[in-house]
T-cell receptor, first 109, second 114 residues
Framework: DAKTTQPTSMDCAEGRAANLPCNHSTISGNEYVYWYRQIHSQGPQYIIHGLKNNETNEMASLIITEDRKSSTLILPHATLRDTAVYYCIVRVENNDMRFGAGTRLTVKP | NAGVTQTPKFQVLKTGQSMTLQCAQDMNHEYMSWYRQDPGMGLRLIHYSVGAGITDQGEVPNGYNVSRSTTEDFPLRLLSAAPSQTSVYFC?????????????FGNGTRLTVT
């Protein structure tokens, strides 16, 4: 199974872009990269996913390197409500989402 | 759409009691699953189902039973609760089984076993 590595914590100023990195050097050719976030003890919230092309939706952008060994989640204009734990996950075959420790993002005024 | 709905939100049980955690989704999703989340452990898969009448075990299935008689519902049963089952439980669903299908989570059931 592909493993992911994320920084433990990051800070971001309100209104600035938050760039959250993730390494997934053992990803295989048909595995997607997913990003979720979890605010307090709520259920994980789906943000975005991609295979090899960059993706954008109303919440965020996902940039995947050409070799697919790493990716970056971009929140273009972070708000205080974006303070959460962000998880980068590589989907395994039986749909199991292996959530690691994630990155604790703190958006500061 | 309500999405994935879990009930109850909170539950306290005594050791040895049984209960059922309810999960329902109104998105006509084929795939449903149960996770538990413990401090420092991340989310761990308990059981999952790829369609009505089909269930399988995940990473930590012991002490839990599931069934999937309809597409919409996927209840999780604790037959004889133990303190080690104190956790937050999340139900999730996705449109189909496969790499390109996001999981959508409910807001959880916080269970305490005394």
């Amino acid at each position: 199974d592909a493993k992911t590595t994320q920084p433990t914590s990051m800070d971001c100023a309100e209104g600035r872009a938050a760039n959250l990195p993730c390494n997934h050097s053992t990803i295989s050719g048909n595995e997607y990269v997913y990003w979720y976030r979890q605010i307090h003890s709520q259920g994980p919230q789906y943000i975005i996913h991609g295979l090899k092309n960059n993706e954008t939706n109303e919440m965020a952008s996902l940039i995947i390197t050409e070799d697919r060994k790493s990716s970056t989640l971009i929140l273009p204009h972070a708000t205080l409500r974006d303070t959460a734990v962000y998880y980068c996950i590589v989907r395994v075959e039986n749909n199991d989402m292996r959530f690691g420790a994630g990155t604790r993002l703190t958006v500061k005024p | 759409n309500a999405g994935v709905t879990q009930t109850p939100k909170f539950q306290v049980l005594k050791t040895g009691q049984s209960m059922t955690l309810q999960c329902a989704q109104d998105m006509n999703h084929e795939y449903m699953s149960w996770y538990r989340q413990d401090p420092g452990m991340g989310l761990r898969l308990i059981h999952y189902s790829v369609g009505a009448g089909i269930t399988d075990q995940g990473e930590v299935p012991n002490g839990y039973n599931v069934s999937r008689s309809t597409t919409e519902d996927f209840p999780l049963r604790l037959l004889s609760a133990a303190p080690s089952q104190t956790s937050v439980y999340f139900c999730a669903s996705s449109r189909w089984t496969g790499y390109n299908s996001p999981l959508h989570f409910g807001n959880g059931t916080r269970l305490t076993v005394t």
